[in-house]
T-cell receptor, first 111, second 115 residues
């Protein structure tokens, strides 16, 4: 699976958009980009995933560059409850469905 | 929704005993489930893939005789830590792959402390 690179930490003000970048320069055509987050002492929570098109759901938007080498997760109006570790994961589109977690980005939303 | 539960949420046991952790998909069927382990201040590490009705597939370096996995139904997988030792103390998390989808949904985790 392609490796991802994320900044170790970020912060943003409550009510503002949080833009979390992820680099996956070695991604191949059959690999998805997944985003999960983990709030302290809980199991990860699925946020969104995409292959090549931008995606949006009730939680966030996922913007994937045209060359697919990077992506950005956007939380449009961050709240204090969005403070968590955010994981960007590239998954091969095969029958294993395995997710390999990296170190993620620790997002702190400031009041 | 896609709800996954784990039981127990935390357990303390003596060294040498065995501990069983249950993972249930409450509102969907899951042919495939996964078990992860997470040490403090570290990321999740995939331990094994559990498939209903067949043997689990373990990741490299994970002892299959120590971490017994049983996936007896489409909604239940169990992880048994046999002869637990203090170094097995960790946060164990399961996930379930919703059939006909490509997304894993995670349980809340089980914190194991071996004394």
């Amino acid at each position: 699976d392609a490796k991802t690179t994320q900044p170790p930490s970020m912060d943003c003000a409550e009510g503002r958009a949080a833009n979390l970048p992820c680099n996956h320069s070695t991604i191949s055509g059959n690999e998805y980009v997944y985003w999960y987050r983990q709030i302290h002492s809980q199991g990860p929570q699925y946020i969104i995933h995409g292959l090549k098109n931008n995606e949006t759901n009730e939680m966030a938007s996922l913007i994937i560059t045209e060359d697919r080498k990077s992506s950005t997760l956007i939380l449009p109006h961050a709240t204090l409850r969005d403070t968590a570790v955010y994981y960007c994961i590239v998954r091969v589109r095969d029958s294993s469905y395995k997710l390999i977690f990296g170190s993620g980005t620790r997002l702190l939303v400031r009041p | 929704g896609a709800v996954v539960s784990q039981h127990p949420s935390w357990v303390i046991c003596k060294s040498g005993t065995s501990v069983k952790i249950e993972c249930r998909s409450l509102d969907f069927q899951a042919t495939t489930m996964f078990w992860y382990r997470q040490f403090p201040k570290q990321s999740l590490m995939l331990m094994a893939t559990s498939n209903e009705g067949s043997k689990a597939t373990y990741e490299q370096g994970v002892e299959k005789d120590k971490f017994l996995i049983n996936h007896a139904s489409l909604t239940l997988s169990t992880l048994t830590v046999t002869s637990a030792h203090p170094e097995d103390s960790s946060f164990y998390i399961c996930s379930a792959l919703r059939d006909n989808q490509e997304t894993q949904y995670f349980g809340p985790g089980t914190r194991l402390l071996v004394l």
